[in-house]
C-alpha cells in the first residue's frame, strides 16, 4: 500500500489565505523587503515566487537589487537603512551570496524583529530555549505537514533528521523536542545511519543528496519530509528520498516538488504578518 502523499502546494495554498484573511479583517498592511545581490537564477526566480506571494497575501513587498560587486561594506549599509525604515516589518537577505560576502555577519546585522527567515541568533536563540518567537521557516513549515497530517499531537515519536545546518537540520531537530518527540540528529559522521533511520516514526531528511535514503532506511508507516533540492545526473529534480521506493513502506511522504517547497515561502508569510502585528500594526 502507497504511502499518502503530503501535499506541500494545498497546505501552503491553505496558509497564504489564512495569512490573507487574517490581513484583510486586521485591516493591516505588512511590508516584506527582500536584499538580492548578484544575479544567481535560482536566486531570482525564489525573489520573484515571494513578491508573487505577497501579493497574493494583499501584503506589500520591495525587492532591493545590489550588484554582484557588492562590498560587504555596502550591504550592511543597506541592511542598516531598511532596519531603520518603520514602514518595514520584515526584512531577508536572499542566499546565497556571492563569493567574498559574508553572509553569517550580513544576517545578524538584521534586526531580530524583522528577522521573518528566523536565522538570527536572537531568533534560534529563542527556538532553543523554547521561548516565543520567529521560527526558520522551513522547518516551521515541515512542522505544519506534520501536524496537518499525522496529528497536532506528536507526543512520544521518534524522530531522526539527517542534516545539522542552522537552516534546517539544528532547528528542525529544536522544533521536534519542542513537539514532544525523541529526538536524534544524524550527520556526515554518524555511525550505522540507516539502522537508526530505521526506528523512525518521523524521518527527516536534509543532506543534500539525491536519494540517498533509500527504501530499506524507513520504517514501516513512518512519515517521510524530503527537504532536499538536488539534480540527478539526467538533470532530474529529485529529493534526498528515493520517493517511488520509499513511498511504498512509508505512511505519509512529500514528493519533490510539491512538498516542503512552497511551505517555505507560506511560512515567510506568515512570519511577516506576526512582524507587523508585533510592529504594533494590527
Same mark, same amino acid.
Given at each position: 500500500m502507497s504511502a499518502v502523499l503530503i501535499d506541500g502546494?494545498? #497546505?501552503a495554498a491553505r496558509i497564504r489565505g489564512e495569512v490573507a484573511e487574517a490581513i484583510q479583517n486586521?485591516?493591516?498592511?505588512?511590508?516584506?523587503?527582500?536584499? !538580492? #545581490?548578484g544575479d544567481d537564477p535560482a536566486s531570482q526566480i525564489y525573489v520573484r515566487n515571494k513578491a508573487r506571494a505577497c501579493r497574493d497575501c494583499g501584503m506589500r513587498s520591495t525587492v532591493l537589487r545590489m550588484g554582484a560587486d557588492t562590498t560587504q561594506n555596502e550591504l550592511e549599509a543597506a541592511i542598516d /537603512? !531598511?532596519?531603520?525604515?518603520?514602514?518595514? %516589518?520584515?526584512?531577508?537577505?536572499?542566499?546565497? *551570496?556571492?563569493?567574498? *560576502?559574508?553572509?553569517?555577519?550580513? *544576517?545578524?546585522?538584521?534586526?531580530p524583529e524583522k528577522d521573518v527567515d528566523g536565522l538570527h541568533t536572537v531568533n534560534a536563540g529563542h527556538l532553543f530555549k523554547g521561548e516565543k518567537g520567529i521560527r526558520c521557516c522551513t522547518?516551521?513549515?515541515c512542522m505544519e505537514l506534520l501536524r496537518?497530517?499525522?496529528?497536532?499531537?506528536l507526543t512520544g515519536k521518534n524522530a531522526v533528521v539527517i542534516g545539522r545546518s542552522n537552516i534546517v537540520g539544528k532547528p528542525m531537530a529544536a522544533m521536534l523536542l519542542e513537539a514532544n518527540c525523541t529526538v536524534t540528529v544524524c550527520h556526515s559522521k554518524t555511525r550505522d545511519i540507516a539502522?537508526?533511520?530505521?526506528? +523512525?516514526?518521523? !524521518?527527516?531528511? +536534509?543532506?543534500?543528496?539525491?536519494? =540517498? #535514503?533509500? +527504501? %530499506?532506511?524507513?520504517?514501516?508507516?513512518?512519515?517521510?519530509?524530503?527537504?532536499?533540492?538536488? /539534480?540527478d545526473e539526467n538533470g532530474k529534480l529529485t529529493g534526498? #528520498? %528515493? =520517493?517511488?521506493a520509499a513511498r511504498e513502506k512509508a505512511g505519509y511522504i512529500t514528493p519533490v516538488p510539491g512538498g516542503v517547497g512552497p511551505m517555505t515561502i507560506a511560512m515567510l508569510m506568515k512570519n511577516t504578518l506576526e512582524a507587523a502585528r508585533n510592529a504594533g500594526k494590527s
Amino acid at each position: 500500500m502507497s504511502a499518502v502523499l503530503i501535499d506541500g502546494k494545498q #497546505v501552503a495554498a491553505r496558509i497564504r489565505g489564512e495569512v490573507a484573511e487574517a490581513i484583510q479583517n486586521e485591516g493591516i498592511s505588512p511590508h516584506l523587503a527582500v536584499i !538580492l #545581490v548578484g544575479d544567481d537564477p535560482a536566486s531570482q526566480i525564489y525573489v520573484r515566487n515571494k513578491a508573487r506571494a505577497c501579493r497574493d497575501c494583499g501584503m506589500r513587498s520591495t525587492v532591493l537589487r545590489m550588484g554582484a560587486d557588492t562590498t560587504q561594506n555596502e550591504l550592511e549599509a543597506a541592511i542598516d /537603512r !531598511l532596519n531603520e525604515d518603520k514602514d518595514v %516589518d520584515g526584512l531577508m537577505v536572499q542566499l546565497p *551570496l556571492p563569493r567574498g *560576502l559574508d553572509a553569517q555577519t550580513a *544576517l545578524s546585522r538584521i534586526r531580530p524583529e524583522k528577522d521573518v527567515d528566523g536565522l538570527h541568533t536572537v531568533n534560534a536563540g529563542h527556538l532553543f530555549k523554547g521561548e516565543k518567537g520567529i521560527r526558520c521557516c522551513t522547518p516551521a513549515g515541515c512542522m505544519e505537514l506534520l501536524r496537518r497530517y499525522v496529528g497536532e499531537d506528536l507526543t512520544g515519536k521518534n524522530a531522526v533528521v539527517i542534516g545539522r545546518s542552522n537552516i534546517v537540520g539544528k532547528p528542525m531537530a529544536a522544533m521536534l523536542l519542542e513537539a514532544n518527540c525523541t529526538v536524534t540528529v544524524c550527520h556526515s559522521k554518524t555511525r550505522d545511519i540507516a539502522d537508526i533511520c530505521r526506528r +523512525a516514526d518521523i !524521518l527527516v531528511c +536534509a543532506v543534500g543528496k539525491s536519494r =540517498f #535514503v533509500t +527504501a %530499506d532506511m524507513v520504517k514501516e508507516g513512518a512519515a517521510v519530509i524530503d527537504v532536499g533540492m538536488n /539534480r540527478d545526473e539526467n538533470g532530474k529534480l529529485t529529493g534526498d #528520498v %528515493d =520517493f517511488e521506493a520509499a513511498r511504498e513502506k512509508a505512511g505519509y511522504i512529500t514528493p519533490v516538488p510539491g512538498g516542503v517547497g512552497p511551505m517555505t515561502i507560506a511560512m515567510l508569510m506568515k512570519n511577516t504578518l506576526e512582524a507587523a502585528r508585533n510592529a504594533g500594526k494590527s
